[in-house]
Structure formats: C-alpha cells, structure tokens
Nanobody, 124 residues
Framework: VRLVESGGGLVEPGGSLRLSCTPS????????LGWFRQAPGKVRDFVGA????????RYADAIKGRFTVSRDNAKNTVWLQMTSLKPDDTAVYYC??????????????????WGQGTKVTVSS
C-alpha cells in the first residue's frame, strides 16, 4: 500500500487544518491507518489511528479533544482534522498503515507502509 498525504501548510495559533491520506492504488480494507508527527530534532510520535473496517479510533493524550481521525469509505480517504492548533503542533505529519490486529499499534516500527509526509507549521 502506497500512501499519499495532503493538506499541510501554515496556520495561525488557534486555527484549524485538515490532512488527508489516500492509497495510490487499492483500498485500505483490512488495515489500521495511523497518523504520526515528527518535529525537528525529535522522534516520530503517534497522533491517532482509525480502523478502516469499523471506524474505531485511538488517540494520543497530547492531542485528545483537539484532533479527530476519521475515514470515508466511499472516498477511500482517511482524515486528520486538527483544531485549536498550537505552535507545539508544528511538525511533519505522516500517514501510515498496518494490518488490523486485536491491539492498537502506536509505535512507528509497528507500521508497514508510510506516506511522504506533509508539513504543518503553526505560527503567527
């Protein structure tokens, strides 16, 4: 599965942004789609994930209540809606895919497929 992200850019603190992730071919059926982010000089952190089949979600504590992960089966797209953005949210955001299992996967090494990343900058 090859992933393509879009939607990054520059936004002011308190603003919103929506990122999208689509497969370059095929579908996300049977996968969990995760969002990660990596700020300059820092490790890649889990943001949230959604199971494609039932839409169940899991979030990192740092973004709970501000970010929402969702999927649109008809459009074959996963979304990361980000609100109340802060400068600390500045990072390259990545979409990733891993086969569905009984446990939520939150570590980057547990994901098999990655997008190229899209940069989000929160600044006034």
């Amino acid at each position: 599965v090859r992933l393509v992200e879009s939607g990054g850019g520059l936004v002011e603190p308190g603003g919103s942004l929506r990122l999208s992730c689509t497969p370059s071919e095929g579908t996300f059926r049977g996968y969990v789609l995760g969002w990660f982010r990596q700020a300059p000089g820092k490790v890649r952190d889990f943001v949230g994930a959604v199971s494609w089949s039932v839409g169940a979600t899991r979030y990192a504590d740092a973004i709970k209540g501000r970010f929402t992960v969702s999927r649109d089966n008809a459009k074959n797209t996963v979304w990361l809606q980000m609100t109340s953005l802060k400068p600390d949210d500045t990072a390259v955001y990545y979409c990733a895919a891993t086969p569905l299992t009984n446990d939520w996967r939150t570590r980057p090494e547990e994901y098999d497929y990655w997008g190229q990343g899209t940069k989000v900058t929160v600044s006034s």
